[in-house]
């Protein structure tokens, strides 16, 4: 993805946010985002919604308290990382299972929460745990999925999120790939260009663009 510092003449959309890719991250920015009152525009590049996100085996790291987390995930970082995003995380990791919980409301999903030590014995490794959806009544992921060969935990995390985006009524854009980001003549961001069925649409972003695309490591860009 590159960069446009030349403003079109006119756009084709505008919304408050534009969230490019439609895995976890995507996801959950955009019902993040609408919750806090923005108007939000969802873009994935495949005709498909899911991303690697949907094929995972489905359990996310959960903390019992977020200075061990801390601890644990500024040991594994190796002070790549700045210690305001790693604090985030910790502070996330432990709010995990009453999110999960909260987004199980919509479709009735069964949790499963455990301890489980981390990979490597670092401090705070004693302190970590597991949380997980394990069933979802009604809810076949071959038949709903049937394009998806990954592991069947992952599809149940999807169907939690998408089930929470189409409750808000979220507007999506499969097969609308993001090609560059367009910014002001001041530097800032303020709307994407994407290709849609051979043609490049402009879109407008009154109050910012979030990118959950992955590939940042093939781009220092």
Not at 56 to 62: E, I, N, P, Y
Not at 153 to 159: E, L, S
Request: net charge neutral; charged share 25%.
């Amino acid at each position: 993805m590159t960069r446009d510092t030349q403003l079109p003449l006119s756009w084709d959309l505008e919304t408050d946010v534009v969230v490019v890719g439609y895995g976890y991250a995507g996801g959950i920015a955009s019902i993040e985002a609408t919750d806090a009152g923005a108007d939000v525009l969802l873009l994935e590049k495949m005709s498909h919604p899911g991303g690697i996100s949907i094929c995972s085996g489905g359990g996310l790291r959960t903390a019992e308290n977020v200075e061990s987390a801390f601890s644990y995930l500024k040991a594994t970082c190796g002070g790549q990382t700045p210690d305001p995003v790693l604090k985030a995380m910790a502070r996330g990791m432990t709010e995990v299972p009453t999110y999960m919980e909260e987004m199980a409301r919509i479709n009735g999903a069964e949790i499963r929460s455990i301890p489980y030590v981390g990979n490597y014995p670092f401090p705070g490794y004693e302190d970590l745990g597991f949380s997980q959806y394990i069933n979802i009544p009604g809810f076949d992921p071959l038949t709903y999925y049937p394009h998806v060969r990954g592991m069947r935990g992952g599809a149940r995390n999807f169907k939690c999120v998408e089930d929470n985006l189409k409750r808000r009524k979220i507007k999506v854009l499969l097969a609308t790939p993001v090609k560059r980001l367009i910014r002001a003549p001041d530097g800032r961001v303020v709307g994407v260009k994407a290709e849609q069925k051979d043609r490049l649409i402009h879109i407008k972003a009154r109050r910012g663009v979030i990118l959950t695309c992955g590939g940042f490591e093939a781009d220092e860009d």
